[in-house]
């Protein structure tokens, strides 16, 4: 079965800092896709970033990033010189194909950003 | 309106009475989701339709029947819910009718409360 893990219920950081958010999984498949969802108190899931399996170059886009480490299962989102409006439950999410649709998520992580 | 709606955004019943959440996407996307979110655990994905088809019911109670006249609404009838229940139910859309897209548009979410 595949699962999704984020092993870090709260975190915290100041702002302009960087932080790094945690997340491994679990799968058989070779080719699937694994996402980063921001969930803002305002509650409307947004998606912060995407990685394809099949590609080795981590995703980037504007102060977020991914270490994608594939024979490790792990996925982790960088976020660089963090903003007022970056806090947020961040879910880690899995996809494949063969799911009928179905998004894994992980439990989530509630990231505070500290004036 | 753009994107995903949900309707009402906040709902209290009682647990013999009966409810019904709306969700209206505008993206011109061919499946729907139901997602039932509680506190500190990931996302579970309830129901999924394609072009008004259910393909999907992850063993969901029959106290939760959901409903697709069409692609663009999707409905989730409530009755003689559980305080258990009490949650964020969350509606998403995708484009592909056979499922293989990953992209998924989440609605605001109706959190809901069972007394």
């Known amino acids: 079965a595949q699962t999704v893990t984020q092993s870090q219920p709260e975190m915290s950081v100041q702002e302009a800092e960087t932080v790094t958010l945690s997340c491994t999984y679990d799968t058989s498949e070779s080719d699937y896709y694994l996402f980063w969802y921001k969930q803002p108190p305002s509650r409307q899931m947004i998606l912060v970033i995407r990685?394809?399996?099949?590609?080795?170059q981590n995703a980037t886009e504007n102060r977020f990033s991914v270490n994608f480490q594939k024979a490790a299962k792990s996925f982790s989102l960088k976020i660089s010189d963090s903003q007022l409006g970056d806090a947020a439950m961040y879910f880690c999410a899995y996809f494949h194909s063969s799911n009928t649709g179905k998004l894994i998520f992980g439990q989530g992580t509630t990231l505070q950003v500290k004036p | 309106e753009t994107g995903v709606t949900q309707t009402p955004r906040h709902l209290v019943m009682g647990m013999t009475n009966k409810k019904s959440l709306k969700c209206e996407q505008h993206l011109g996307h061919n499946a729907m989701y139901w997602y039932k979110q509680s506190a500190k655990k990931p996302l579970e994905l309830m129901f999924v339709?394609?072009?008004?088809?259910?393909?999907e019911n992850n063993s969901v109670p029959s106290r939760f029947s959901p409903e697709c006249p069409n692609s663009s609404h999707l409905f989730l009838h409530l009755h003689t819910l559980q305080p258990e229940d009490s949650a964020l139910y969350l509606c998403a859309s995708s484009p592909s009718r056979d499922l293989s897209s990953y992209e998924q548009y989440f609605g605001p979410g109706t959190r809901l409360t069972v007394t």
């Open positions: 339709y394609s072009l008004e088809e259910r393909v």
């Open positions: 990685q394809e399996a099949y590609k080795q």
